[in-house]
């Protein structure tokens, strides 16, 4: 995928309501907490080591759980580069046939 196509890519997502992202799609999650402080939960590195989407799922539930008191905000940064791979081969397919 070129960079051009990329950037394509993220401006369309910035624009797009994110309520449920399947967490395959997810780079990292960045957890803000009181004092200035934050921690990074690096989605992909997960996966990379065999984990399955429900276990990573599972390490983010109880992360969060874990430092609920404490957390000012979440931030999830999405993976670009997956959901590009994954989504544009289906609308090439779906635009080709119109």
């Known amino acids: ?58 390490v983010v539930s109880r992360k969060l759980y874990e430092l609920d008191p404490m957390i000012v905000s979440v931030e999830f940064i999405l993976s670009v580069e997956t959901i590009a791979e994954v989504v544009q081969p289906e609308t090439d397919k779906i635009l080709g046939r119109l």
């Open 1 to 58: 995928m070129t960079p051009d196509n990329l950037s394509k890519w993220e401006q369309l997502l910035e624009s797009v309501e994110k309520k449920h992202v399947p967490v395959q799609f997810i780079k990292k999650i960045i957890i803000k907490m009181l004092g200035k402080k934050q921690q990074t939960i690096n989605i992909q590195n997960l996966l990379k080591q065999g984990l399955e989407p429900e276990e990573v799922e599972e």
